[in-house]
Structure formats: structure tokens, C-alpha cells
């Protein structure tokens, strides 16, 4: 199609020789409104997408499995959506994706204002930033201090991962697989990083991922999602907010 998406599909090996599969959409920025979409009812998002002809979209921010309500902030349209506020006063340092009709951008959550003009969703941690990897050892937005709000400390270990990325000219939209033994060993945050780098990316932030990794394309689930390790079949996950990319006009 003439609309200057391009798709990416890569094996990439890793240090200890197990390998993972990357898939990347690339949108070109100039004409790409990126949108935040709310779930008050929690929706597969490939299943959301085919019911609602949305042919390019990623997860979003994280979410609270009961009641189903986002973990941190989300705004549509300068109004925010009800959700649980990160613990221990990490809030305005927790990354978040912000889209107005200037564009699109990642950083910490107060570098957008209160209220935040358009849309933005909160997530994080911040990967990439002027095209360094910033994301370490330390925990500047309180991921382990605060994984009780999560399963477990999602920056530990290879997982199934999804990323936003942007270049000068591009957004990238990123997952890979995971939970497959000897097939896919998924990425550690770091890992993660690195990949948006050699993709292009100058800045980058992860999304919501493991099980709820999912990743549209041209109205097609890309990725194979695995909530559980080895599980019989993927299936992608109910989820509360996604990111969606539209052509500008």
C-alpha cells in the first residue's frame, strides 16, 4: 500500500544463543496522528481492531486486572480516564507517550503539563533518550520499589515486550515474542533498548507487555502472544488502553 508504513520481522540473536522474534512497524511522523484508545470494558485488541477496521495499533499503558482500570495516567482529548496512581510518589518521573496535534513524544510524566493537552498515556520505563540508552541499573521510576502494583518487578528478566519508539523521521511500533522454550526467550529490558536503537529509534519508551503484548498491523495480530510459558496456542489478552495510528487529515 502507498501509505509509507513499512513492517520489519527479525530473529535476533541474543548473548547466551537463544534468539527472539522482532516485529517493527514504521510509520512515517510527518503523517501520523497517534491516538489513545480506553477500554472501560477490557477488549483484545486485534479482536477490537477487525470489529472496528483500525488497521495499525499497540498496546498501551498498564492496567489493573480487578477492577480493570489503568495503573497510571491516561488522557483522551485533554480528559482523563479514572486509574490507579503509581505508588510512592513515582508518578511524575513514570514515563508516559504524549500526542497532540504538534506530534507525538516520550518522556517523564511532568514534562507534559497538568492538564495535559490531547492524548497521553503513562507506562514507561524510558528506554531510549537523543538516541543513548538511558534505561539502568538504578530505578528512577520506581519499577522494583513499586512492583507490588505489578505481578512481579517487570524489569527483571526476558519477557515478551512491546515499545514505542521515535526517530526524526519515523515512529516505530515494536514487540517481540517470548515463553516459547527454545524458540522465542523474549528480552530484558535492556535488551529491549538496545534493539530500539539498532532500529532507529532516538527516543523510545516500553509499553505494557509479557502476556499483553499485542501489535497490529494492516488488521492482523503480528506478534504471538503467550501469557503463560509453552502454552498450547497464543491468544492475545483483554486489555484497557491501546496506542493507535491514524494518517493526518
Known amino acids: 500500500m502507498n501509505d509509507g508504513i ?11 544463543g537463544t534468539h527472539t522474534t522482532i ?55 485533554g480528559t482523563a480516564v479514572k486509574h490507579e496512581t503509581v505508588a510512592g510518589g513515582y508518578a511524575s518521573r ?26 497521553l498515556v503513562q507506562a514507561g520505563p524510558l528506554l531510549v533518550a537523543g538516541g543513548e540508552i ?13 512492583a507490588g502494583q505489578f505481578d512481579s518487578d517487570i524489569t527483571v528478566g526476558r519477557h515478551p515486550r512491546a515499545a514505542l519508539g521515535l526517530s526524526d523521521d519515523e515512529i516505530l511500533a515494536v514487540a517481540c515474542d517470548g ?11 535492556a535488551e529491549l533498548a538496545q534493539a530500539l536503537v539498532d532500529l532507529g529509534a532516538r527516543e523510545a519508551i516500553n509499553l505494557d507487555g ?8 494492516r488488521g492482523h495480530l503480528l506478534n504471538r ?12 489478552r483483554p486489555i484497557v488502553s491501546a496506542l493507535v495510528f491514524e494518517r493526518r487529515g
Open 6 to 16: 513499512a513492517y520489519d520481522l527479525a530473529r535476533r540473536p541474543l548473548a547466551d
Open 23 to 77: 516485529y517493527a512497524t514504521r510509520h512515517p511522523r510527518a503523517a501520523t496522528r497517534v491516538r489513545a484508545v480506553h477500554f472501560p470494558e477490557p477488549r483484545r485488541l486485534d479482536v477490537w481492531c477487525a470489529a472496528h477496521g483500525v488497521p495499525e495499533a499497540i498496546i498501551g499503558g498498564f492496567f489493573l486486572r480487578d477492577p480493570f482500570r489503568p495503573l497510571g495516567e491516561l488522557w483522551r482529548d
Open 94 to 119: 513514570r514515563a508516559a507517550v504524549h500526542a497532540d496535534g504538534a506530534g507525538v513524544a516520550v518522556g517523564p510524566r511532568d514534562a507534559f503539563g497538568d492538564p495535559p493537552p490531547g492524548d
Open 134 to 146: 538511558v534505561f539502568g541499573a538504578a530505578d528512577p521510576e520506581g519499577f522494583s520499589a513499586t
Open 179 to 189: 515463553r516459547r522454550s527454545g524458540v522465542d526467550a523474549g528480552l530484558t529490558m
Open 210 to 217: 509479557g502476556g499483553s503484548t499485542t501489535l497490529v498491523h
Open 225 to 236: 502472544p503467550y501469557s503463560d510459558q509453552d502454552q498450547p496456542a497464543p491468544e492475545s
